[in-house]
């Protein structure tokens, strides 16, 4: 009894023995990729996949600052647009923008002077009181401003066509390894006026040691257009978020120079209505003066009589709200 029972026991341990060395022998041959080889494998790449996701995460959370950033940055710059475009331009401004060099009590000085010259000659032209003064108050007031304002409208479209090219010269400048700021210097140099003389101001801000960030807001406030609007918020935008300054710049000088492109065109296309505004415009002052030629008792009438001061006022009236319609009509903006 002993005897069959030690031997029942050898047995089932050593079929015991063969079925594991034969599991061993088949899992080591049909699953090689369970092996050690494969685990290892295996885990490097979850290793390097979480650190790809790691780094995907901190690059994504990255971007979402940079964004926040750059979206707080365009909406303090919009809401200081828009306060300066609610506030009145002052005449001091309005003369450093039109590229003159007296202040506002020369400005005012040669104002009167104008007004008294109106008057005068008003007055020696053989015209009523009432309405030499009027002329007066037209010179005191009117000429001068009018003036003013279409010398800062050339200066500005003249700063439109050159800034483009100063933009050029930055990108090229950077990308051949200089600073910004070395750029600026350049640009100051290379372009003609007036775009030198604005790029020599923030060269001068800059050497002061006020930071590029708040130097060339101030361009946009000296010259108050969208190219200048367009510099300083790719400025600001690369120095507080980084980026491929010269990429941006590039693109910003191709968009200018489309918009350029745009004016012109436009301006070509509606020269024709403008032309026939200016005429219309002008035709009821030319037969007046024609018939004050020929005769000048007919027309005196009209300047002697209160009827006919009257009509006259009512008459300019009427022209002025076509002259504003007119205009509104022929102007686009772009």
């Not at 034969?22 to 990729?33: C, N, R, T």
């Not at 490097?44 to 979402?64: C, F, N, P, Y």
């Not at 070509?268 to 505004?277: I, P």
């Amino acid at each position: 009894m002993d005897f069959i029972s030690s031997d029942l026991i050898f047995t089932i341990a050593l079929f015991l023995l063969v079925v594991f060395a034969v599991l061993g022998i088949a899992w080591g041959l049909f699953y090689p990729k369970l092996s050690k080889n494969y685990s290892r494998d295996q885990r490097m790449q979850a290793v390097a996949l979480s650190r790809v996701q790691i780094s995907d995460k901190r690059m994504r959370a990255a971007s979402a600052d940079r964004r926040k950033d750059i979206e707080a940055n365009l909406k303090q710059m919009e809401n200081q647009q828009k306060k300066g475009k609610n506030k009145k331009q002052s005449l001091s401004s309005r003369l450093d923008q039109a590229g003159l060099t007296i202040t506002t009590r020369q400005f005012w000085i040669y104002s009167m002077i104008s007004g008294a010259v109106c008057f005068l000659g008003a007055l020696l032209g053989g015209l009523n009181t009432i309405v030499a003064l009027g002329v007066g108050i037209v010179g005191l007031v009117g000429l001068p401003h009018f003036w003013v304002a279409r010398k800062r409208k050339k200066r500005l479209q003249r700063f439109i066509a050159e800034f483009p090219n100063a933009v050029d010269v930055i990108v090229r400048g950077i990308k051949t390894g200089l600073p910004l700021g070395d750029c600026l210097v350049i640009a100051a140099s290379e372009t003609s006026e007036p775009v030198r003389s604005e790029f020599r101001r923030l060269v001068d801000e800059q050497a002061m040691g006020l930071p590029l960030a708040k130097v060339v807001p101030r361009l946009h406030q000296r010259i108050p257009l969208p190219e200048t609007n367009f510099f300083a918020i790719v400025i600001i935008i690369q120095t507080q978020a980084g980026g491929s300054l010269s990429e941006a710049l590039g693109n910003l000088s191709r968009v200018l120079r489309a918009r350029a492109q745009m004016k012109e065109k436009v301006s070509a296309m509606s020269m024709e209505a403008k032309a026939s505004a200016a005429i219309i415009g002008a035709m009821p002052f030319v037969i007046a003066f024609l018939i004050y030629l020929t005769n000048s008792s007919f027309i005196m009438i009209m300047f002697e009589e209160t009827m006919g001061l009257m009509m006259l006022g009512a008459a300019l009236a009427w022209m002025l709200i076509g002259v504003l319609v007119m205009k509104t009509m022929i102007s686009f903006d772009i």
